[in-house]
């Protein structure tokens, strides 16, 4: 038999119904903070990954997928979507069509990542890019916007980690001084960690492994050695989240996996999914859209794991959704009226109801126990001395209250369904 490729994973139609309403969330509050929706496509040019993300990260080191192509083009299924946002931005010149683009996603992305709870190879993030402002108040919304969608989902262990990476020319010096503390103690660190002390040694600070953490607790921190304007930036956005009700911590050992960071950088994580508990993490990247080829402008944006967030629901029981129903089940009494309840469901539809009947030819019997398993709210009869008499049998399954109506009646049986 051939299954699922591993870390991929089927949505089956009962988990379906979470995954809609998680999106119906993201959609309504975004659309109030007035982000408009970009879709890009699955597949970009594997430079953009590269200068984009940076060649050091793991994502690019270790965990895209990437193919040649028939023009022998290298393409890369994406890992993650704020390169392709900044991409369309570029190309489109969405910056001379107006100086703030604020632009929100629902995307499949890809790392061939090892699978675990809340992480697959093929996995979902929804997120926001807003370009073209330096704004800290824009800092602070994207904060807002990811922590309100959280809070409406019902979720309640989460908590805002925040720090702040400070401009390159800062954070530079500071590698430097990092680098110092480092160099006797290089040989204590994980093999990983050895790598990342040349490539990317910031990223030291997310090792979860013993000796580097070890090696790692008296090092200096980023955050006192930021530049003034930083700092500033950085305290404006703590009084306005502080403002607006959010509950933040500062961790100045937090930093991004992606080279684009600047300045204000956070995550929200939840300690109901496990090992990997950020749900969603962002920040300002002044430097990308130029990075990539585009006129100088700032940006600011946070990603959100769909996978994870819904672990994280399950597992505080927040989704709570009603089952899902239909309006109305057909229920063929006589045989020889096949194409009659046939045409009787599709006039159904057209009036907009959501109709089914059976396709089985079973007993009227097991054709009720299909109406109760598809939770219908009303059963139409067709068949019987009801309907040999011109009258069609109406039944509220809730209430079990039986209504007979006329042939040429049926606009007041669409009517009575969708009161």
Request: aromatic share 8%; with cysteine.
């Amino acid at each position: 038999m051939i299954k699922a490729v591993t870390g991929t994973k089927d949505i089956l139609p009962a988990e379906i119904p979470g995954w809609k309403y998680l999106e119906s969330v993201v959609e309504r509050i975004f659309r109030s903070f007035n982000y408009k929706e970009i879709r890009t496509p699955v597949f970009e040019e594997t430079g953009l990954f590269a200068r984009g993300i940076g060649e050091e990260t793991d994502i690019v080191g270790k965990e895209m997928y990437t193919f040649i192509d028939r023009s022998e083009t290298s393409i890369t299924l994406k890992p993650e979507m704020t390169a392709s946002v900044v991409r369309a931005y570029i190309e489109h010149s969405l910056g001379k069509q107006q100086q703030l683009n604020k632009l929100y996603y629902l995307s499949p992305m890809f790392r061939q990542e090892r699978p675990q709870a809340g992480r697959q190879r093929q996995f979902h993030q929804f997120g926001c890019e807003a370009l073209g402002s330096a704004s800290p108040l824009l800092d602070a919304e994207i904060i807002i916007v990811a922590f309100s969608i959280l809070k409406e989902l019902g979720l309640k262990d989460i908590k805002v980690k925040l720090n702040s990476l400070g401009v390159p020319s800062s954070r530079e010096n500071y590698k430097k001084i990092l680098r110092e503390f480092l160099k006797g103690s290089v040989k204590k660190l994980s093999e990983d960690s050895r790598k990342r002390y040349d490539a990317n040694i910031l990223r030291i600070f997310d090792s979860k492994i013993e000796c580097d953490q070890e090696v790692m607790k008296d090092a200096p921190l980023l955050l006192d050695f930021i530049d003034e304007e930083s700092k500033n930036d950085f305290e404006l956005v703590k009084t306005l989240l502080t403002q607006s009700g959010i509950p933040f911590e500062v961790d100045p050992r937090l930093v991004r996996g992606l080279d684009y960071y600047t300045k204000t950088t956070f995550e929200i994580v939840s300690g109901k999914v496990g090992a990997q508990s950020a749900l969603c993490g962002g920040g300002r990247y002044d430097l990308l859209i130029e990075q990539l080829g585009g006129v100088p402008a700032p940006g600011v944006g946070f990603a959100a794991g769909m996978e994870r967030i819904l672990l994280a629901c399950e597992n505080e029981r927040t989704l709570n959704l009603p089952p899902e129903s239909i309006d109305i089940y057909i229920i063929k009494l006589d045989k020889e009226l096949t194409a009659a309840a046939f045409q009787t469901v599709l006039e159904l539809r057209k009036s907009r109801l959501t109709a089914e009947l059976d396709y089985l030819d079973r007993s009227v019997k097991a054709q009720m126990r299909e109406a109760n398993k598809l939770n219908a709210r009303f059963v139409l009869f067709v068949g019987g001395d009801e309907y040999k008499s011109g009258k069609l049998n109406l039944k509220n399954m809730s209430t079990g209250e039986q209504r007979l109506f006329g042939m040429n009646d049926f606009q007041q049986i669409v009517q009575l369904i969708k009161m």
